[in-house]
Nanobody, 121 residues
Framework: QVQLLESGGGWVQAGGSRRISCAAS????????MGWFRQAPGEEREFVAH????????YYGDSVRGRFTISRDNAKNTVQLQMNSLKPEDTAIYYC??????????????WGQGTQVTVSS
């Protein structure tokens, strides 16, 4: 089974950009759909973005579409989330997630530990 480790979180001012990464180990991510979710304090976990196994198809949550971009490098076993035009409401713990074959991308079965992103106004 693949293990996921996020990095790149931190503080950023509103309007700024941040790139967070997910490094996978244990197995190649080429057989997994890969995505990002986030959870703010007191809120439910929210879908952010998903990339199909080859990266041909991407999907975004309504609140981030047009500002965030998901990308993946199957050769390096990594996934990135480029976040632009950040807003204070983007503040959350961001989780990398993998969906095994046959698993819907909205209900992934493998999760990372998360990385905190804080956007100050």
């Amino acid at each position: 089974q693949v293990q996921l480790l996020e990095s790149g979180g931190g503080w950023v001012q509103a309007g700024g950009s941040r790139r967070i990464s997910c490094a996978a180990s244990g197995r190649s991510i080429s057989t997994y759909g890969m995505g990002w979710f986030r959870q703010a304090p007191g809120e439910e976990r929210e879908f952010v973005a998903h990339s199909s196994r080859t990266g041909e198809y991407t999907y975004y949550g309504d609140s981030v579409r047009g500002r965030f971009t998901i990308s993946r490098d199957n050769a390096k076993n990594t996934v990135q989330l480029q976040m632009n035009s950040l807003k204070p409401e983007d503040t959350a713990i961001y989780y990398c997630a993998a969906s095994s074959p046959g698993t819907h991308y909205m209900t992934p079965d493998i999760w990372g530990q998360g990385t905190q992103v804080t956007v100050s106004s």
